[in-house]
């Protein structure tokens, strides 16, 4: 069975090149220009993974009501906003819509390819049941690579896949400082701003402090990069 | 380096970012003193009401001048064709005096005849000097240093009193061994009777005392009887430098119609007893008739009395200057005066006593009017009559005497052809004055309460008015920064007044509105501007990677690699144009995340970051291992030296020296950043930490101007400043961040 994934851009030269690429690494692509067309797609064909761009011509919010009419159709389904907007409040409410993945453009289509491969991947972990051989532990925070599962003292936390890259990069080695090189490496996202890394560290720890106040793993080394420090527990 | 040579720098620093930028103060009239000047141009008014009151006195002058004419004309042409009346035989025989004299004054004691000379004089009245020279019958030769006589006369029911003061420089008395009466100092006394009989008396005596009076016959040698008379009464008093002679005539003596002539004769030697002078009371002593007896006709007084005028004095006259019936005086009467009635006075009283003073002599009270009247003014009056009797024509004149005015009109009298005589009649302006002063008084109070009023409402009107206008000048520029940013989109004060200043204050504050709406756009430019430009980037890069995923052996095509620097460049244009953008908000936000943190342990560690990050470059911190904590956002101080240290190299020279420099003293901690470049450019010197000013020459370098743009926002949200200028000594910039000490000491 092919594996469909859906475009939804009003931009075509997007589309027909995120389509480009992700037919020649054989991949199924639905490509919808806006909202109206995508829902009527949508309940044709539910796809295995769709890519969403926010602002769909006057629809400014276009995506997001998408969006949650996936996730209404399907708990499971992989979803990747791919926009231009790079506001936190944005980035919130696709959090809010458990979206798997925020990109800003522009992407690089090599890192979309590897994204998407990624998160099918991890959708296919989430259907069979999880093996808890793939989960690491780092104190107390619970790590599983293949379902892209996050657990904190326990409660499950809820990463982007970006987010999930660079906590996994952190806590490969604990107490050891990971550059912002190194982290922007693990983005893939090609060349990425410190000040960007500096965004998606804060998230990760608010997203952190919302479970538990008195989060303070993630520590910046000022100048270099961040580590992630083991303590006590 | 020497932090006091630093500090200077700074404070020229800011002061020359103050010169550039504040306001031009232009010297000047402020709006009050424009007010009150212009108040003061109220004072033209009393100007021009004092001389409207001075216009209305002319004018008033005039008037009464005209009708004093009439009155005047009046009287004259009642007296006129009347010789009766002015018949030397008609009349009271009671008047007698000197020629022109006032009329004489009635004593109601009588005055005894051994009464001191002091008494007499001070009873008697008003002295008539005979010492003019040519005026009498004297002689060329007249010395008034050896004969000077003084005389008046009064009257009481039967008597007539005649006194004299002869100044004489020897005093040669009747020697008793000598028969003859007329060789020594002697009074004769010449009197026509009501009839024209004419009878001689020579007063004599031998001692101080008692005089002998003898009838004499005309050459006034030979003694008709040589008894001495009783009728007549006198007595001589030596006095100093002459002698006083006291008579007392019986009025049943003289008789009816009687007139009167006094000659004073003088002997001043013992030896030879030659006369020497002769002083007359008498002016023409070659008359016939005795011209020195005055007969005041009542009939006359009668006759004019009815025709008084208020503070007028009307005399008439005969053709031999003589006073023939007077009525009423210039003199207001007494209760008509201004004085007051001295009383006990509280100190509030006193000084509004001072302020009418003060206003009377500026208002020239008529009061000083009355004091400045002559008593007697008969001089000025005989000039008039001469003139009036010379031409025949009535003659109006205004004198003055001081501030006393007077207005004096004289017509002469006629009968059949022949001038009989004259009226004169003086009246006094003064009561014209009073009316002016109180029109004056009460036109300057009125003024001066006008005038306080307006310039309390004026100087208040002012006031608030300056204080208006200070306070929109104020919120105004409080409005923006220096620089020219907007700190608030409206102003409050006075917004809501109904006035033109308010209706400034309203354009202004929507000025500041527009002025905000279109600064807000101009900030949010930048982000809807990286955000447009996010998908057509998008495009490109998407076709590219295409193009190179398709076409393998592209992949190291030249072109194809300068396309995708191309893009590179273009994404982190609008990287850095978004961050500078999400910034401001960003800021605001965190500054609850503030928390106390070692700066200089954080500028080191990224010193350290950033000497890896470019090891071609030294860059090297320069101070002390010391703790300097700092409240504050440590990412932002991070990113804030970042954009420091990516600018000190990109305008550092290649591969040089970078120095970080942190100080503190007891109000800022200072973090700058030197480098050996080129100088600051002048032009954008003062604009350097605005966004996308950059002083980049070098194309291929990417540089919007935003890296000390947020230097400035990060530094601004931790409440502190930051300044650009050339290194002292060496070549190179110094990039300097001042932030306020905020140090909570740990423990």
């Known amino acids: ?233 | 380096m020497n932090a006091s040579v630093d500090r200077a720098s700074a404070q020229n620093n800011r002061q020359a970012t103050a010169s550039r930028t504040s306001r031009p103060v232009r010297r000047g009239l402020k709006i009050r003193t424009k007010l009150l000047l212009l108040v003061s141009f109220l004072l033209v008014i009393p100007w021009m009401g004092y001389e409207s009151v001075r216009e209305m006195e002319k004018f008033l002058l005039e008037g009464q001048e005209q009708a004093l004419e009439l009155t005047t004309q009046g009287i004259s042409s009642i007296l006129g064709n009347r010789s009766d009346l002015f018949d030397p035989g008609v009349g009271v025989p009671e008047l007698v005096g000197s020629s022109t004299g006032n009329p004489l004054k009635t004593l109601e004691e009588p005055l005894a005849i051994d009464a001191p000379a002091g008494v007499w004089a001070q009873a008697i009245g008003e002295l008539s000097s005979f010492t003019g020279v040519g005026l009498y019958e004297c002689g060329a030769d007249y010395r008034p240093d050896l004969l000077a006589v003084r005389h008046a006369m009064a009257l009481n029911a039967d008597m007539l009193f005649a006194y004299f003061e002869i100044d004489d420089d020897r005093v040669v008395l009747r020697d008793p061994g000598l028969l003859s009466l007329d060789s020594n100092d002697q009074i004769r006394l010449t009197i026509q009777r009501g009839s024209g009989e004419v009878s001689r008396y020579l007063l004599t005596t031998q001692e101080p005392g008692r005089i002998s009076v003898y009838l004499m016959k005309p050459n006034w040698r030979e003694v008709v009887n040589g008894e001495a008379l009783r009728d007549i009464v006198g007595t001589l008093e030596p006095g100093e430098g002459g002698y006083a002679v006291k008579i007392r005539i019986p009025r049943e003596f003289l008789g009816t119609g009687a007139r009167l002539k006094f000659e004073v004769v003088d002997v001043d030697d013992e030896a030879s007893r030659a006369i020497r002078q002769i002083i007359s009371t008498e002016p023409d002593p070659f008359r016939f008739e005795f011209g020195s007896v005055r007969l005041a006709t009542p009939e006359l007084a009668k006759l004019i009395q009815p025709l008084y005028v208020a503070e007028a004095n009307i005399t008439v006259w005969d053709a031999f200057f003589r006073v023939r019936a007077q009525v009423g005086s210039v003199f207001p009467p007494v209760r008509e005066a201004f004085g007051r009635a001295p009383q006990k006075r509280s100190f509030l009283t006193q000084i509004e006593d001072r302020f009418l003073e003060f206003f009377e002599w500026i208002l020239r009270s008529p009061q000083r009017g009355v004091k400045d009247m002559p008593v007697d003014s008969s001089r000025e009056d005989r000039r008039l009559l001469s003139r009036v009797i010379a031409e025949g024509n009535s003659i109006t004149e205004r004198r003055r005497y001081g501030e006393a005015k007077l207005i004096v009109t004289a017509s002469p009298i006629w009968a059949a052809g022949n001038m009989e005589g004259a009226v004169l009649v003086k009246q006094s302006a003064n009561k014209l004055l009073s009316l002016q002063y109180r029109t004056l008084q009460r036109f300057t109070l009125l003024f001066l309460g006008v005038f306080i009023f307006l310039g309390i409402a004026i100087l208040v009107f002012a006031t608030r008015l300056t204080y208006r206008v200070g306070k929109l000048q104020r919120e105004t520029e409080q409005a923006a920064t220096p620089e020219g940013r907007l700190l608030k989109n409206r102003i409050r004060a006075g917004s809501r007044s109904s006035d033109e200043l308010g209706s400034l204050t309203r354009s202004i504050s929507a000025l500041l509105q527009n002025l905000g709406q279109y600064t807000q756009y101009l900030e949010k430019l930048p982000d809807t501007l990286a955000h447009e430009l996010h998908n057509p980037l998008n495009v490109v890069n998407s076709s590219l990677e295409n193009l190179q995923y398709n076409h393998a052996e592209l992949s190291e095509d030249k072109h194809l690699q300068r396309a995708r620097n191309g893009v590179g460049r273009l994404r982190s244009i609008i990287t850095s144009l978004t961050e500078a953008a999400s910034l401001k908000e960003a800021l605001t936000r965190e500054q609850v995340q503030s928390e106390t943190f070692d700066l200089a342990l954080l500028v080191r560690n990224c010193v350290e970051g950033y000497q890896a990050a470019h090891p071609g470059y030294r860059i090297v911190p320069n101070f002390s291992e010391a703790p300097v904590l700092i409240l504050g956002v440590p990412d932002r101080i991070a990113q804030m030296l970042d954009k420091l240290i990516d600018n000190a190299i990109q305008f550092g020279s290649e591969n040089g020296l970078i120095i970080v420099n942190l100080r503190r003293d007891a109000e800022f901690i200072e973090l700058s950043v030197l480098n050996d470049g080129p100088s600051l450019p002048d032009d954008i010197a003062d604009r350097l930490f605005d966004p996308m000013v950059s002083s980049t020459k070098d194309a291929r370098k990417t540089h919007l101007g935003l890296g000390l743009y947020i230097v400035r926002l990060v530094a601004e949200s931790h409440r502190g400043t930051v300044r650009a200028e050339n290194r002292r000594g060496s070549r190179g910039v110094e990039v300097t961040v001042a932030l306020p000490v905020e140090i909570r000491r740990r423990g």
């Open chain 1, 1 to 233: 069975m092919p594996t469909v994934i859906a475009i939804v851009e009003d931009d075509p030269d997007q589309r027909e090149n995120y389509s480009d690429v992700l037919k020649s690494h054989g991949y199924e692509v639905r490509t919808y220009a806006d909202r109206p067309s995508a829902e009527a797609g949508f309940a044709r064909e539910l796809p295995n993974l769709a890519l969403l761009d926010i602002m769909l011509g006057e629809d400014m919010d276009g995506g997001f009501d998408l969006c949650m009419q996936l996730r209404n159709m399907s708990p499971t389904l992989p979803i990747i906003f791919l926009t231009a907007r790079d506001s936190d409040a944005d980035r919130i409410s696709s959090q809010r819509m458990t979206a798997w993945d925020y990109i800003t453009k522009p992407v690089s289509l090599e890192f979309l390819v590897a994204r998407v491969h990624a998160l099918l991947k991890i959708s296919d972990q989430l259907q069979s049941a999880p093996t808890a051989s793939t989960t690491v532990s780092v104190g107390a925070l619970e790590l599983n690579e293949d379902s892209m599962l996050v657990r904190w003292k326990g409660q499950s936390v809820s990463l982007t896949l970006t987010e999930f890259w660079i906590i996994e990069s952190l806590t490969r080695n604990p107490g050891h400082v990971r550059t912002y090189d190194a982290l922007s490496d693990v983005t893939r996202q090609g060349l990425v701003e410190r000040n960007t890394i500096n965004g998606y560290i804060r998230r990760i720890r608010n997203k952190f402090r919302e479970l538990d106040e008195s989060f303070d793993r993630i520590q910046t080394v000022h100048g270099t990069g961040y580590k992630w420090e083991q303590g006590s527990a």
